[in-house]
Nanobody, 127 residues
Framework: QVQVIESGGGLVQAGGSLRLSCAAS????????MAWFRQAPGKEREFAAG????????YYPDSVKGRFTISRDNAKNTVYLQMNSLKPEDTAVYYC????????????????????WGQGTQVTVSS
């Protein structure tokens, strides 16, 4: 099992940047593929970024590609989401999620794939 705790959310102006962190417990962090999801008020939770166990491969939806970067430090049991050129439509609660990855090239991209979730951190982008 793994527990994850997000941090780093806040209020930022459009065009600004934020870096979210997700700290995970456990000694087997490197066996988990990780992802960030987000949920805006009145909307369904959506995929924001995914990363494989090793960190060698990353995946993004078109809505954030080129602006968001997911990375991980397995020595620190932490995954990050660097968000640049933020837009008001990026306003949401951001969740970190984990799933045990059977394949080196695997990363989750849907909520149903993930077994472990954090409580979320609020990101608000003002116009």
């Amino acid at each position: 099992q793994v527990q994850v705790i997000e941090s780093g959310g806040g209020l930022v102006q459009a065009g600004g940047s934020l870096r979210l962190s997700c700290a995970a417990s456990g000694r087997t962090f490197s066996s988990y593929a990780m992802a960030w999801f987000r949920q805006a008020p009145g909307k369904e939770r959506e995929f924001a970024a995914g990363i494989t166990r090793s960190g060698r491969s990353t995946y993004y939806p078109d809505s954030v590609k080129g602006r968001f970067t997911i990375s991980r430090d397995n020595a620190k049991n932490t995954v990050y989401l660097q968000m640049n050129s933020l837009k008001p439509e990026d306003t949401a609660v951001y969740y970190c999620a984990a799933v045990q990855g059977d394949y080196l090239s695997y990363a989750p991209s849907t909520s149903s794939e993930c077994d472990y979730w954090g409580q979320g951190t609020q990101v608000t982008v003002s116009s």
